[in-house]
DNA sequence: TGCACCAGCGCC
DNA sequence: AAACGGCGCTGATGCA
């Protein structure tokens, strides 16, 4: 390995030179972090930046190196693609440190996530270089003093090392990736620069460097009332919980405990959990909840829920803005997760709290029953697709086919016993369950029979389900394991039936967001919308009033345009609106 | 005491 | 719109 460390101005400037040929560049960086659970992407400093090409690899010690030299490495970088591993870390820095962001690059953690068919595999850059070259990286300096005056030359070698392995695992996931099977090839940037076929690996690479923004805008929190918010709630939560515990002397909160409390003391029949004991949980108390005990337990519960949620907001609330971390690809469908803290699992009396601050409005947009138009767009299936392009309700469609009534004439009952089939029947529900679920969520009650009939009628008339879901079962007895792809090409190894029928759709749901926040970002230039949020089917942006009209429109046009791409024979709808905070419809 | 697991529940 | 599926957070429980 053929590596120079530079600590002088000019020779960094120089040093440039070389990469003004190569198509793309291998980079890392290393940051002297206080707290690695809380890292500050304005503050931490950013000690190296080595970059690589083919033949070598240049460290730059920026400790030395004087910020001329930025401008002329922020033009290399964002100039050329770049290769690296959780390219958002780095990006957080570059973007908000020196003002260069990158947005063609090629993640090769993100690549190893595409290719890993679902196991529970790493992905750190040490897992990923074994697993494809079989060599060890030494990770044990990667939290030493990157602060310190003088960096030792085992320091220096291990950050150009980083560098190295990148350039020994990008061909080699370059050329998996190209090889899982796709109906259509990828185009843009992202594409050409890497010679990556896949548009699944085109979308998630342009998602990398935007991810990165939307975790440094954060999400604008009404700070005064969370904590006001707070307050009450944690006086409220104190007096119950002490109430209960004088008055019973039972934890609420130890659900053994409770549920012996209850069969015993209250004579309650409980559901038994896989363990046999009694269990507590609150589906099954709900049907008590006109006993006073029974009532308390349940608020106490739901009391301590938003307590926790306000708690957890406020930890990483700054300066009116909560900052969440998001993991790109958290479930293997593709759909990402939001931690510390969770942004995507707010319930709606919390969501006024994100308020746009002065001046500013929030955009509130979501695709409308987008896994049932991917399903019927998946399986082909005729009636149903017919059914969306004529603007049915579909709902109220299938409960009209089902029962043979008039579509004119069903009743709310049935409409909502329809939601229950539509959505349980594509994903493989069986007549059993279908029956306890009819029960359970809307007290229907029917009998197994019925239920039976209901799953037959459904597949009657949609025939394409009917085909998948047989293709689907055929093909998993014949093998241990299958492959799964959502619209786009995102692969998946399945064992199960529910995986199987579960997977490509809702794989194809995160191709569609991801793409539409790819595309809102390419066609709003400079214009101020940020995204905030980001949850499943649902897009947050936070704009000045003064563009919220255009922003609107373009973030319409490329929900449109994502939609047109995944959606090709059902039509796609999504409900936009505009408003000062999140809870407002 | 710390860790791994799971139950329970919030969201899509 | 709900749970067939997917997450994250809290706290009890059980074990070392």
Redesign the pocket.
């Known amino acids: 390995m053929r590596y120079s460390y530079i600590t002088d101005t000019k020779e960094a400037v120089a040093s440039l030179q070389d990469f003004q040929k190569d198509s793309y560049l291998f980079l890392d960086t290393e940051v002297s972090i206080k707290d690695f659970s809380t890292p500050d992407y304005t503050k931490d400093f950013v000690r190296l930046i080595q970059i690589g090409n083919k033949n070598t690899i240049y460290v730059y010690d920026l400790l030395t190196i004087g910020k001329e030299f930025i401008p002329h490495l922020k033009q290399t970088i964002e100039n050329r693609g770049i290769i690296g591993h959780n390219l958002k870390f780095d990006i957080k820095y570059l973007l908000s440190q020196f003002n260069i962001f990158p947005t063609v690059v090629f993640d090769t953690m993100i690549a190893s996530q595409l290719l890993s068919l679902g196991d529970k595999e790493k992905h750190s850059l040490q897992a990923v270089v074994y697993r494809f070259t079989q060599t060890e990286v030494d990770k044990r300096l990667q939290s030493s003093d990157w602060g310190a005056e003088t960096l030792s030359p085992e320091q220096i070698k291990y950050s150009a090392t980083d560098v190295e392995v990148l350039r020994q695992i990008f061909p080699i996931l370059k050329e998996r990736l190209n090889s899982i099977k796709t109906a259509n090839k990828s185009s843009g940037k992202v594409a050409e620069v890497f010679g990556v076929y896949n548009p699944v690996v085109a979308v998630e690479m342009a998602f990398v460097p935007y991810l990165a923004v939307i975790e440094l805008t954060g999400m604008p929190v009404d700070q005064q009332k969370l904590e006001e918010n707070l307050l009450q709630v944690a006086t409220e939560y104190q007096r119950l919980y002490i109430q209960f515990y004088q008055k019973h002397g039972v934890?609420p909160?130890?659900?053994?405990?409770v549920?012996n409390w209850l069969t015993k003391k209250l004579n309650l029949t409980l559901p038994k959990?896989?363990?046999g004991q009694p269990?507590?949980?609150?589906?099954a108390l709900r049907q008590y909840k006109h006993i006073p005990e029974v009532g308390e337990l349940l608020k106490i519960?739901?009391t301590k829920?938003v307590l926790?949620k306000l708690?957890?907001i406020k930890q990483h609330t700054k300066e009116g803005r909560v900052y969440t971390s998001f993991?790109q690809i958290?479930?293997?469908?593709g759909?990402m997760?939001?931690?510390?803290?969770?942004l995507?699992?707010?319930?709606?009396k919390l969501r006024p709290l994100f308020k746009a601050p002065d001046g500013r409005k929030l955009i509130i947009a979501d695709y409308s029953?987008?896994?049932?138009r991917i399903a019927a767009e998946y399986v082909k299936d005729e009636t149903m697709i017919k059914a969306f392009t004529e603007g049915k309700d579909l709902h109220r469609f299938t409960a009209s086919l089902v029962l043979g009534k008039d579509y004119g004439e069903i009743t709310k009952e049935e409409r909502q016993m329809a939601?229950?089939i539509?959505?349980?029947l594509i994903?493989?529900?069986s007549p059993k369950?279908l029956m306890e679920?009819a029960k359970?969520?809307y007290g229907v009650d029917i009998t197994l029979k019925e239920a039976e009939e209901f799953h037959r009628r459904f597949f009657q008339i949609y025939e394409g389900f009917h085909r998948w879901h047989t293709q689907v079962k055929e093909k998993l007895r014949k093998n241990k394991r299958i492959y799964v792809y959502s619209l786009l090409g995102r692969r998946m190894a399945v064992s199960r039936f529910?995986?199987a029928v579960?997977f490509p759709i809702?794989g194809s749901g995160s191709d569609l967001l991801k793409m539409a926040v790819v595309l809102f970002n390419k066609n709003k230039g400079s214009l101020d919308g940020k995204i905030v949020n980001l949850?499943?089917?649902?897009i947050v942006v936070d704009v000045s009033a003064s563009h919220t009209e255009e922003t609107v429109e373009i973030l319409s046009t490329s929900m449109k345009q994502a939609g047109d791409i995944i959606l090709k024979k059902v039509p796609v709808e999504f409900e936009i609106s505009v408003a000062n905070h999140w809870g407002e419809k």
């Open positions: 934890d909160f130890s659900p053994q405990k549920a959990t896989v363990k269990s507590s949980q609150d589906k519960r739901s829920k926790d708690n957890e993991r958290a479930a293997p469908t759909r997760a939001s931690s510390q803290p969770n995507q699992n707010i319930p709606p029953q987008i896994e049932l939601k229950a539509n959505f349980g994903y493989g529900i369950s679920y359970n969520t529910t995986e579960n809702q949850i499943h089917d649902e």
